[in-house]
């Protein structure tokens, strides 16, 4: 009798007492949906453990190629805040549209960044490349810590403290960059890549952008693949004896691997373009990426 | 007898440290001696010199060019181009200490490749007259930033005529 008795108080006492967790997190639960795995990664630097961050991309996605999936509007639903690059590098805008019929606010993280302009049939595009410079980056992160703060003021402080570490080691990655490309001269430094996704790379540290592919690997105005572009890439490569080019982690190689046999040079890497890498490699992080890139690039160009 | 004895050994420990905390307890408390900060006397002025142009800083989250702090408060910030050889005159610092006073300097560099190192000459004034100079030095491709320490006299120094 009286171990039937302990029994019944012991499952009362199990239904009745909250979940510590549940509890907690119906308060205080809050989460940021990212449309590519940069922002995603430069949100959670920022915002710690104090909000759940998810991406949609996953890592090796296309966001210039990427459609909207069921899901995609269900997690985006369920946000506090969504966040995207934007200038147009969400193909149609896509994380724009889910942040809209969602009516969730939207942090574009490119916001307040000097454009590279490129005009195509009269028509000015920003490039919206624009995270390979870590100098953007530091933008990026300003960007994120305005949006979270919005929401939640009370942890601006703590916001603030995290991105001012984590900008202290973006200087310390553009310091080291400027260092290890020094050793490639500055008449090697032309960049072959996929896609034209480097331009703000280039542009930061002196190379030379040539690619097949436009701004985009859609079809946007500026974007895809031209016979023009193709013939100026194999140009450039001759021209400048160029070493090697680049394949990308998130576009098809086909095309650069034919470039490459027709130049008859080498492929010199893979980078890490629109996208990091996957959980557990060495790019899985934008810091990652930029370094491992960097010297993919230096080891094929030097 | 050995439990009694372990026993025993518990109750001593245990009382002992009981007596103690209680005589802890009935201990008056000691007042607490106020800290004597004396303001150093005159009218000081801070004067930086930069051998560089500075430009906003583009990895921070407010983009200064040029930063000086005194006691947690502002004295000079700036988010525009500085010109090399430029000085940055700050007059009329108040709350100077007689004693050590810190002063925390940021300037930025426009040129910021990876192996330039820049400097920065910070002198403080009293009533006019440099009682303190100090280099500030970077690292390479970093800004100039630091804490510069000065030791100030409580009183202004009393010339006599007759030692010349």
Not at chain 1, 114 to 139: M, R, V, Y
Not at chain 1, 256 to 263: G, K, T
Not at chain 1, 265 to 283: F, H, I, K, P
Not at chain 2, 5 to 16: H, Q, T, Y
Request: a negative charge; aromatic letters at 8%; charged letters at 20%.
């Amino acid at each position: 009798m009286l171990r039937v008795i302990l029994f019944l108080l012991a499952a009362v006492g199990f239904f009745v007492s909250p979940d510590p967790v549940s509890a907690q997190s119906k308060d205080n639960y809050r989460l940021i949906v990212c449309s590519t795995t940069q922002v995603a990664d430069l949100a959670r630097q920022v915002v710690g453990s104090r909000w759940e961050v998810q991406g949609i991309l996953a890592p090796g996605q296309d966001p210039h190629l990427y459609e909207i999936k069921p899901g995609d509007a269900r997690l985006v639903a369920q946000a506090d805040l969504c966040m995207e690059n934007g200038w147009h590098l969400e193909g149609k805008d896509w994380m724009k549209t889910l942040a809209t019929n969602a009516a969730k606010p939207l942090v574009t993280c490119a916001a307040g960044v000097k454009p590279l302009e490129l005009e195509q049939n009269d028509e000015k595009i920003f490039d919206p490349h624009t995270w390979f410079s870590p100098k953007n980056a530091t933008i990026y992160v300003r960007n994120i810590v305005a949006g979270v703060s919005e929401l939640d003021p009370q942890h601006r402080a703590e916001y603030e403290a995290r991105a001012e570490l984590y900008i202290n080691q973006l200087r310390a990655l553009h310091v080291w960059i400027q260092k290890q490309v020094s050793v490639i001269p500055p008449s090697k430094r032309i960049l072959v890549t996929s896609h034209d996704a480097f331009n703000y790379f280039c542009r930061a540290y002196g190379f030379t952008s040539a690619a097949p592919a436009g701004w985009s690997t859609g079809d946007e105005i500026g974007g895809g693949v031209t016979p023009e572009r193709r013939r100026r890439a194999v140009d450039s490569i001759r021209k400048f004896g160029v070493k090697a080019i680049f394949v990308e982690t998130s576009v098809n190689p086909k095309l650069i691997r034919q470039i490459a046999s027709d130049a008859g040079v080498e492929v010199g890497g893979q980078l890490y373009s629109d996208s990091m890498g996957a959980a557990g490699t060495a790019g899985d992080t934008y810091i990652g990426m930029m370094r491992e890139n960097v010297l993919t690039i230096v080891e094929a160009l030097q | 007898m050995r439990p009694l004895i372990a026993l025993a050994i518990v109750v001593l420990v245990f009382g002992s440290v009981e007596a103690y905390m209680l005589f802890q307890d009935s201990l008056p408390v000691a007042d607490v001696a106020e800290s004597v900060v004396e303001h150093a006397g005159g009218k000081f002025s801070v004067e930086l010199t930069l051998t560089f142009d500075a430009a906003p800083d583009g990895f921070a989250l407010e983009p200064v060019s040029a930063l000086v702090q005194f006691d947690g408060k502002d004295l000079f910030r700036s988010a525009e181009r500085i010109a090399a050889g430029t000085s940055i005159v700050i007059d009329n610092v108040k709350d100077i200490l007689a004693g050590k006073n810190d002063f925390y300097v940021k300037i930025v560099a426009a040129d910021e490749r990876f192996d330039l190192q820049h400097a920065v000459r910070l002198r403080v004034l009293r009533n006019g007259a440099p009682i303190a100079e100090h280099t500030l030095w970077s690292d390479p491709g970093e800004p100039v930033e630091g804490v510069v320490r000065v030791d100030v006299p409580a009183h202004v120094p009393v010339s006599h005529p007759h030692e010349h």
